[in-house]
């Protein structure tokens, strides 16, 4: 079973930053892409970024661009998701998930394997 690990969330002043972290706890045997998505309370969960499994290629969603920046480690089975500038309708709870294929995808049911989400709040 893969189970993903999240940390790094909390609370920050608006145009401050985080870093979060998640990490595979077990090898999925598979060459996988990994993504961010996000909650606020009472929206859907929505698409952040993604990012290949070889790290190459990265997409974002329009309103982070330029502000997140999404990364990889895999000798460590971990993806990272620096946040600069937050802005206060950044607030959500952040999932990562594996996608059980190199390539990335916005889609949110295309992802096999999610961790169990982190808080982040900015305030204004």
């Known amino acids: 079973q893969v189970q993903l690990v999240e940390s790094g969330g909390g609370l920050v002043q608006a145009g401050g930053s985080l870093r979060l972290s998640c990490t595979i706890s077990?090898?999925?045997?598979?060459?996988?892409?990994m993504g961010w998505f996000r909650q606020a309370p009472g929206k859907e969960r929505e698409f952040v970024a993604t990012?290949?499994?070889?790290?190459?290629?990265?997409y974002y969603e329009d309103s982070v661009e330029g502000r997140f920046t999404i990364s990889r480690d895999n000798a460590k089975n971990t993806v990272y998701l620096q946040m600069n500038s937050l802005k206060p309708e950044d607030t959500a709870v952040y999932y990562c998930?594996?996608?059980?294929?190199?390539?990335?995808?916005?889609?949110?049911?295309?992802?096999?394997?999610w961790g169990q989400g982190t808080q982040v709040t900015v305030s204004s």
């Open positions: 998930a594996v996608l059980a294929a190199p390539w990335g995808s916005r889609g949110l049911n295309d992802y096999d394997y």
């Open positions: 990012i290949t499994y070889g790290g190459t290629s990265t």
């Open positions: 077990s090898r999925t045997g598979i060459n996988y892409a």
